[in-house]
């Protein structure tokens, strides 16, 4: 599986970003994929911010609650993540990554997946 994502760039504070995830390879119609992120001079945070299965169920970190929206187009095999109201602490690299997992699960933790693509930067201004 190969994942591509784009999307990311600088923005100012209490804008908006969406951010694309192009997947290809999928051998199978049951797998998730998600974003994780990883904060500037800090490890990849383990859990994911949000992730969405093949049946179109969606999990959403409690810090995504309400600003993250998660979706997928399945005739272009892409993902988006939108990311409204952004801080300063939004600044990350954010990750795509793809696993087996309901969403729940392959959230849970950045081992359940098991591709993942080299992460679009998000720089969020004051």
């Known amino acids: 599986v190969q994942l591509v994502e784009s999307g990311g760039g600088l923005v100012q504070a209490g804008g908006s970003l969406r951010l694309s995830c192009k997947a290809s390879g999928f051998t199978d119609d049951d797998h998730a994929v998600g974003w994780f992120r990883q904060v500037p001079g800090k490890e990849r945070e383990g859990t994911g911010v949000?992730?969405?299965?093949?049946?179109?169920?969606?999990y959403y970190a409690d810090s995504a609650q309400g600003r993250f929206t998660i979706s997928s187009n399945n005739v272009e095999n892409t993902v988006y993540l939108e990311i409204d109201q952004l801080g300063p602490e939004d600044t990350a690299v954010y990750y795509c990554a793809s696993g087996p997992h309901p969403a729940a699960v392959a959230c849970s933790h950045w081992y359940a997946m098991d591709s993942w693509g080299k992460g679009t930067l998000v720089i969020v201004s004051p």
């Open positions: 949000s992730c969405i299965y093949s049946d179109g169920s969606t």
